[in-house]
């Protein structure tokens, strides 16, 4: 009878300690079960992340994160400068300022201007800066007449930063010169360029001194 008795009560402390092994190792593994909610008499089976395997995934989605940042920062740092030239003018005191358009070509048709002999004058440039910082923009200015170089001229405009509005830079005042062998046609070539020798225009032209200014 004391067989019979213990013989239960073994099978019962075994069914319990199977069951606790069970939910035990489920657990360990990550492995979860669910309850037939649908009725359709099957069991859903599902992985439970360990913490682990959570904080690798977040550090993955982190570093994507910060390539993708870093990518988008360096596109923006590696930017190449644009510097537009909007327009040409030439100032000189007591008269309207002679406004010249630039064509895309670089190449204005016939000559491009007239100036008074032994009048003052200064050139002012209006151009805008697009994409990123221009360092050191240059103007330089050569000047030939039947051929022969008669002047040279290079001034430093500066270094500008990308915005909206145009900037202005107006040159120092010069005088043309004056007398029957200066009045005539000239030719003569402009270009700006920056510090690291980018050239953003090239203007090949001509222009005419005379006794008087053109009729306005």
């Not at 805008?128 to 040279?152: A, E, F, P």
């Not at 225009?201 to 005419?208: H, R, V």
Request: aromatic share 10%; with cysteine; proline share 5%.
């Amino acid at each position: 009878m004391s067989l019979a008795i213990g013989a239960p009560s073994s099978s019962r402390n075994m069914g319990f300690d199977d069951n606790s092994n069970n939910k035990e190792g489920e657990e360990s593994s990550g492995v979860l079960e669910t309850l037939d909610e649908d009725g359709d008499g099957g069991v859903r089976i599902g992985r439970k992340m360990s913490e682990s395997e959570t904080s690798m995934y977040a550090t993955d989605h982190e570093e994507e994160e910060d390539d993708e940042n870093g990518t988008n920062k360096l596109e923006l740092e590696t930017l190449e400068p644009d510097v537009k030239f909007l327009n040409l003018s030439i100032l000189s005191p007591g008269r309207p300022d002679i406004v010249l358009s630039i064509p895309e070509n670089g190449k204005p048709k016939g000559s491009w201007f007239t100036l008074k002999e032994g009048s003052p004058y200064s050139l002012k440039f209006s151009f805008q800066v697009c994409n990123n910082i221009v360092s050191g923009l240059k103007y330089t200015n050569t000047v030939w007449k039947t051929g022969v170089k008669v002047d040279s001229t290079k001034e430093m405009l500066g270094t500008y930063s990308p915005q909206p509005e145009a900037y202005t830079h107006v040159n120092p005042a010069e005088t043309t010169p004056s007398g029957m062998f200066a009045r005539g046609s000239y030719s003569a070539r402009s270009k700006f360029f920056d510090d690291d020798n980018k050239r953003y225009l090239e203007i090949n032209y001509t222009f005419d001194i005379r006794k008087e200014w053109a009729a306005t």
